[in-house]
Nanobody
Framework: QVQLVESGGGLVQPGGSLRLSCAASGIIISRYTMGWYRQAPGKQREKVAD???????NYADSVKGRFTISRDNAKNTVYLQMNSLKPEDTAVYYC?????????WGQGTQVTVSS
């Protein structure tokens, strides 16, 4: 059974930082492209960042220079370091794992950026 469990969300002031974690079980993340997506109220889910099995990273234009995705294969965990947070970053953040074998989603973690 595959599980992706996100943690690290919460309430932060504009300009602040958070680090999200996604702990995977049932898969070996180094064999997947691991990604972070987000969905704000009334909006479609969008990709924030991903990291391929080869270690290449991609970012949405809206988060380039502020967010960093990384992977710890020994811990089977993916991270999203979020700096200089803005109110428009408020959303539920989801972890995603995908390759030719399958696609999996976590349950999401809420990030709220507000003063």
């Amino acid at each position: 059974q595959v599980q992706l469990v996100e943690s690290g969300g919460g309430l932060v002031q504009p300009g602040g930082s958070l680090r999200l974690s996604c702990a995977a079980s049932g898969i070996i993340i180094s064999r997947y492209t691991m990604g972070w997506y987000r969905q704000a109220p009334g909006k479609q889910r969008e990709k924030v960042a991903d990291i391929t099995s080869g270690g290449y990273t991609n970012y949405a234009d809206s988060v380039k220079g502020r967010f960093t995705i990384s992977r710890d294969n020994a811990k089977n965990t993916v991270y999203l370091q979020m700096n200089s947070l803005k109110p428009e970053d408020t959303a539920v953040y989801y972890c995603n794992a995908q390759n030719r074998v399958g696609i999996y989603w976590g349950q999401g973690t809420q990030v709220t950026v507000s003063s």
